[in-house]
Nanobody, 128 residues
Framework: QVHLGESGGGSVQVGDSLRISCAAS????????MGWFRQAPGKEREGVAV????????DYSDSVNGRFSISQETDKNTVYLQMNNLKPDDTATYYC?????????????????????WGQGTQVTVSS
């Protein structure tokens, strides 16, 4: 069993920054690829950022590249998403995800990484 616990969501203004966190726990292997997906009202769920936990390689969606940064603290089984210059289109529920890939390049949104585990989500609201 794996539990992914998100924290740090909230309501901010356009241009603000926010950091959300995800702590992984449980008695099963979490995997070597962790990251964040999001879902806005009326839209499909989309990948935001992923990190290969064994080496630190990262991948971002085009919509957040250059504004968001994913990082990790391996000794705490925690990943973070630093979100800068937030826009109203970033408003969504953000889900922490985890899974296992056979090769590190497969920990990639462009290669359609499919998570095994999902957190409950944390809400981020950006107001203009």
């Amino acid at each position: 069993q794996v539990h992914l616990g998100e924290s740090g969501g909230g309501s901010v203004q356009v241009g603000d920054s926010l950091r959300i966190s995800c702590a992984a726990s449980g008695d099963s292997y979490v995997g070597n690829c962790m990251g964040w997906f999001r879902q806005a009202p009326g839209k499909e769920r989309e990948g935001v950022a992923v990190i290969y936990t064994n080496g630190g390689a990262t991948d971002y969606s085009d919509s957040v590249n250059g504004r968001f940064s994913i990082s990790q603290e391996t000794d705490k089984n925690t990943v973070y998403l630093q979100m800068n210059n937030l826009k109203p289109d970033d408003t969504a529920t953000y889900y922490c995800v985890a899974g296992t890939v056979s090769l590190w390049p497969h920990c990639s949104l462009k290669r359609n990484f499919r998570p095994t585990y999902w957190g409950q989500g944390t809400q981020v609201t950006v107001s203009s």
